[in-house]
């Protein structure tokens, strides 16, 4: 079974500044995949980085990078100069390869960034 | 833009109706989609996986007579909350895994349906 774990519901950052969002995740599988997603107050599912087990680099996209510590299991969302339109809710996922396509969702952090 | 469309984008629905929901890939083919449950300030709950061609795969604790997935093609799943009430008022939103043409890897999803059933 996998497991997604998001520490902080909640989060405060100023603008410009820079902030990570924790998530660590729990899987016995080798091969896998974790994703970042961004979810406005419309609803939407909003695509940010993602990063395979395999990879040896931290991904990164633009404002957005991926601390990815294998050993620790952990995979941060860096984002930088964080501007307002980036509160938000912000969810890690992972998919296994060995159980399909489908997503584990954490339970997501709220960020707020204040002006 | 969107590669992923969901309709409607809302509804609201007296107890006892059935409503429907499409998912459609535009432009990839998705022989899989997925379809994801969320209560107001909780996490995407998965539902159940639809199979372009074969039954979907229904989570523990979903009702598959309650929840009927259709995936007619490689572009289109739908949901059907058959005899809705009001505990089924959520967020659904449906996803669908693009196939990889380079190093990243992504999966998109829907814009989502608030269903508000009265």
């Known amino acids: 079974a996998q497991k997604i774990t998001q520490t902080q519901p909640g989060m405060f950052v100023q603008e410009k500044e820079a902030v990570t969002l924790d998530c660590t995740y729990d899987t016995s599988d080798q091969s896998y995949g974790l994703f970042w997603y961004k979810q406005p107050s419309s609803g939407e599912m909003i695509f940010l980085i993602y990063?395979?087990?395999?990879?040896?680099q931290n991904a990164t996209e633009g404002r957005y990078s991926l601390n990815f510590q294998k050993a620790r299991k952990s995979a941060n969302l860096v984002i930088s100069a964080s501007q307002l339109g980036d509160s938000a809710m912000y969810f890690c996922?992972?998919?296994?390869?060995?159980?399909?396509?489908?997503?584990?969702f954490g339970g997501g952090t709220r960020l707020m960034v204040k002006p | 833009g969107a590669v992923v469309s969901q309709h409607p984008s809302w509804v609201i629905c007296k107890s006892g109706t059935s409503v429907k929901i499409e998912c459609r890939s535009l432009?990839?083919?998705?022989?899989?989609m997925f379809w994801y449950r969320q209560f107001p300030k909780q996490s995407l709950m998965l539902m159940a996986t639809s199979n372009e061609g074969s039954k979907a795969t229904y989570e523990q604790g979903v009702e598959k007579d309650k929840f009927l997935i259709n995936h007619a093609s490689l572009t289109l799943s739908t949901l059907t909350v058959t005899s809705a009430h009001p505990e089924d008022s959520s967020f659904y939103i449906c996803?669908?895994?693009?196939?990889?043409?380079?190093?990243?890897?992504?999966?998109?999803f829907g814009p989502g349906t608030r269903l508000l059933v009265l």
């Open positions: 432009d990839f083919q998705a022989t899989t």
């Open positions: 996803s669908a895994p693009r196939p990889r043409t380079g190093p990243k890897e992504t999966q998109y």
């Open positions: 990063q395979g087990s395999y990879d040896e």
């Open positions: 996922a992972m998919r296994s390869n060995n159980a399909g396509n489908m997503l584990t």
